[in-house]
């Protein structure tokens, strides 16, 4: 069965608006969940490390004040894209370690299709 | 150093035949080596991973090849499928980090009946 639940599946803004995208974990508690964005016919790409209880990671080039990240409880992550723009247009989807911690292996969730008109 | 190069970028095999899709990685630190299947619309499902101490894994049709010294690794789906038509990706990681994965380019295989 599922092992992480991510909505919303889909999700049309216009620009300058916020969208806020949720991870869950539903098999085990996480103190670290990820989020990765893919872009069209391209490759999937670490944007931030959610942790639980501290600020988040962000990767180089990512804009931690446009996405920002709460991990509001063990099993909840949360990504707001915001002033979201047509570049923010993408898939963005969340993962979790099997055993909820960053040793084990991970797992995603179906992702979050934002387009930004 | 970062980088992981997935080939070939399109595979078209006939059902029943063998998919091979290879990765090469340059950091020798990695220490991690899962492969993905996507679906278009969903995410990624964790199909099999490595780590560089067995040279090969075995999970039902798929199979890990692993080759430390040339820093190496494929796929092998045996039995191919129409419904192993998919994209697939390698990745890699290090540092016991098994979140912070570095994707390959992707393969989108297609299997014909």
């Known amino acids: 069965g599922a092992v992480v639940s991510q909505h919303p599946s889909r999700v049309i803004c216009k620009s300058g608006t916020s969208v806020k995208i949720e991870c869950r974990s539903l098999?085990?508690?996480?103190?670290?969940m990820f989020w990765y964005r893919q872009f069209p016919k391209q490759s999937l790409m670490l944007m931030a490390t959610?942790?639980?209880?501290?600020?988040?990671?962000?990767e180089q080039g990512v804009e931690k004040d446009k996405f920002l990240i709460n991990h509001a409880s063990l099993t909840l992550s949360t990504l707001t894209v915001t002033s979201a723009h047509p570049e923010d247009s993408s898939f963005y989807i969340c993962?979790?370690?099997?055993?909820?911690?960053?040793?084990?292996?991970?797992?995603f969730g179906n992702g979050t299709r934002l387009t930004v008109t | 150093q970062q980088q992981v190069k997935q080939s070939p970028q399109s595979l078209i095999v006939q059902k029943g035949g063998i998919s091979i899709i290879n990765c090469a990685y340059e950091?020798?630190?990695?220490?991690?080596f899962p492969w993905y299947q996507q679906f278009p619309g969903k995410g990624p499902a964790l199909l099999i991973a490595?780590?560089?101490?067995?040279s090969e894994k075995k999970e039902g049709r798929f199979t890990i090849s692993f080759n430390k010294s040339a820093k190496q690794f494929s796929l092998h789906i045996m039995d191919s499928q129409p419904g192993d038509s998919a994209t697939y990706f390698c990745?890699?990681?290090?540092?016991?980090?098994?979140?912070?994965?570095?994707f390959g380019q992707g393969t989108t295989l297609q299997v014909k009946p």
């Open positions: 950091n020798t630190a990695f220490d991690y």
């Open positions: 098999d085990f508690q996480a103190t670290t």
């Open positions: 993962s979790v370690p099997e055993r909820g911690a960053g040793n084990s292996p991970l797992h």
């Open positions: 959610s942790n639980e209880g501290s600020k988040a990671t962000y």
């Open positions: 490595i780590r560089p101490d067995v």
């Open positions: 990745a890699a990681t290090g540092s016991g980090n098994t979140g912070k994965l570095i």
